[in-house]
């Protein structure tokens, strides 16, 4: 699920956040 910031970095704050992997 991490690599969602990664395949989606312009919405992975969104996405990064919907798993709670907010850096």
Partial sequence: ???VSVHCPRC???E???????P
């Avoid at 990064?16 to 907010?22: H, N, P």
Wanted: net charge neutral; glycine share 8%.
């Fill in 1 to 3: 699920m991490i690599t």
């Fill in 16 to 22: 990064i956040y919907r798993y709670g992997l907010s």
């Fill in 12 to 14: 992975h704050s969104d």
